[in-house]
């Protein structure tokens, strides 16, 4: 690439990032920016472009915390350990940005604070683990720790991705088994029985006058359905009211919604787990929580709880337990009854870490049972889906057979 296509690429990338900020700054109150990870783009706004656009698969992070965890581990320093993992690496981006965090590092920056750096590259709760990890004297240990909860997520996610597969591959030839039967095969039936100049049944009819209809304006509709499901997208991933409504209507889907509500509060679970055990204040762990969590319910949900912490009240009150001798309890859709027991025996006892941790494990085990399930599910219901689309097709091109007497001259 010339001088010049590099000095446009990195003009335009700086242009984009700086109107992002001024935008985001000019239509957004103060609280609601830095809320939203407006303060990340400044960071990120301010490295190298090479360094903006750079993105660490998961495999990767997994590699490097799983490295410096065994390097560390054996009595290695970081800096050593940082070069051997350079070292070991063969993607050419990443060994720049160990040597960035080398250097870094020899100029009196802790490993949270280089992290820290790169906000698009190691989200916060990792680099609050590992300052705390840092402060305790215990690193080595959080980063073990983080190894593992990271290789669970990923197996987690490998569940619900072969949940997924199937009934999105059935679906999918179901599509392409329709469109192909309208585009070529009911066009040339339609020509056929154009010529015997006979009313056809109204299924047959309709049939035909959609396959006519795709053929005749399939750039309009294939532009049309690109453009809008695009447009959905981004309305329900990165406009504020659009997230709202998509998760009201996830909320009102039956199996989507207990899949939904137990994904999430099994995430909020494990990371509070991890923080508090990691020795992070319990309002400082909501607080890095909240922006960990996808949800906006959510987000807000665990705003209050912090809000509520600091002013010195129980987690398990705020979630509606507020006497469990006298039975008194408030309903609280996003965390059910059971998680704030749980936690009001953490509070008392003084093992609410432990029990976020149990939070967590009981609801991986409820997300494996219904992704089994719905696994058994799926399958017959989607066959018979594919089978009545296809079938109903077929009967609409075989019905005028039926009385091909008076049809067909």
């Given at each position: 690439m ?8 990195d003009?335009f ?5 700086e109107?992002?900020?001024?935008f985001?700054?000019?239509f957004k109150?103060?609280?609601?920016f830095?809320?939203e990870?407006f303060e ?5 706004a ?7 656009m750079l993105r660490?698969?998961t495999?990767?992070?997994l ?6 965890a065994?390097l560390?581990?054996?009595g290695v320093?970081?800096i050593?350990?940082?070069?051997l993992?350079?070292?070991?690496t063969k993607?050419?981006?990443?060994k720049k940005?160990?040597a960035?965090m080398t ?12 992290m ?6 190691f989200?916060?709760?990792?680099s ?6 840092e402060?305790?004297?215990?690193l080595?240990?959080v ?6 909860e990271?290789?669970a997520d990923?197996?987690f ?7 997924m ?10 599509l ?9 095969v009911i066009p040339?039936v339609?020509?056929i029985?154009?010529q ?6 109204r ?8 396959s006519?209809?795709?053929?005749a304006?399939?750039q ?5 359905t ?9 309305l329900f991933?990165?406009v504020k ?11 009102i ?7 939904s509500?137990e994904?999430?509060?099994m995430?909020i679970?494990?990371n509070m787990a ?13 607080e890095?929580?909240e922006?960990a969590?996808?949800?906006l319910h ?6 209050e709880?912090r809000h509520?912490?600091?002013m ?5 009150e705020?979630?509606?337990?507020e006497?469990i001798?006298?039975?008194?309890f408030k309903e ?7 998680v704030?027991q749980?936690l009001?025996i953490?509070?008392t ?5 432990d ?5 967590k494990?009981?609801y ?7 992704l089994?399930n ?5 399958e017959p219901i989607m ?7 296809v079938?109903?097709i ?7 057979f039926?009385n091909i007497?008076?049809?067909?001259s």
């Amino acid at each position: 690439m010339t001088a010049f296509a590099l000095k446009l690429r990195d003009t335009f990338a700086n242009f984009w990032l700086e109107a992002e900020l001024f935008f985001g700054k000019l239509f957004k109150r103060k609280a609601a920016f830095e809320k939203e990870g407006f303060e990340e783009k400044e960071k990120v706004a301010a490295l190298p472009f090479s360094m903006r656009m750079l993105r660490m698969p998961t495999k990767e992070r997994l590699f490097f915390f799983d490295q410096l965890a065994t390097l560390i581990g054996s009595g290695v320093s970081l800096i050593d350990a940082l070069s051997l993992v350079a070292a070991t690496t063969k993607h050419k981006g990443l060994k720049k940005l160990y040597a960035e965090m080398t250097h870094r590092i020899n100029t009196g920056l802790s490993l949270a604070d280089t992290m820290a750096v790169f906000p698009h590259i190691f989200p916060q709760m990792q680099s609050a683990l590992v300052a705390a990890g840092e402060k305790s004297g215990n690193l080595k240990t959080v980063l073990a720790e983080l190894t593992e909860e990271m290789e669970a997520d990923q197996d987690f996610y490998r569940k619900i991705t072969g949940a997924m597969f199937y009934p999105v591959i059935l679906i999918g030839m179901a599509l392409v088994m329709v469109i192909g039967m309208l585009v070529f095969v009911i066009p040339k039936v339609a020509a056929i029985y154009s010529q015997a100049h006979k009313e056809l049944p109204r299924f047959t009819q309709m049939v035909i006058d959609l396959s006519q209809y795709i053929t005749a304006h399939w750039q309009a509709l294939l532009i049309g359905t690109g453009g809008g499901l695009l447009v959905l997208w981004l309305l329900f991933t990165r406009v504020k009211q659009g997230r709202m409504i998509w998760e009201n209507i996830i909320a009102i889907m039956p199996v989507v919604n207990k899949l939904s509500r137990e994904k999430n509060l099994m995430l909020i679970a494990s990371n509070m787990a991890m923080l508090m055990k990691s020795g992070v204040l319990i309002s400082e762990a909501f607080e890095i929580t909240e922006k960990a969590v996808g949800n906006l319910h959510y987000q807000k949900s665990l705003a209050e709880i912090r809000h509520g912490v600091i002013m010195g009240r129980e987690v398990s009150e705020i979630m509606g337990l507020e006497d469990i001798k006298a039975q008194k309890f408030k309903e609280n859709k996003l965390f059910p009854l059971q998680v704030a027991q749980l936690l009001h025996i953490g509070e008392t006892t003084g093992s609410i870490g432990d029990m976020f941790a149990k939070i967590k494990k009981n609801y991986h085990k409820s997300i494996d049972y219904t992704l089994g399930n719905i696994s058994n599910m799926v399958e017959p219901i989607m066959i018979f889906f594919v089978a009545a689309i296809v079938g109903s097709i077929l009967l609409a091109v075989m019905l005028p057979f039926f009385n091909i007497g008076s049809t067909i001259s």
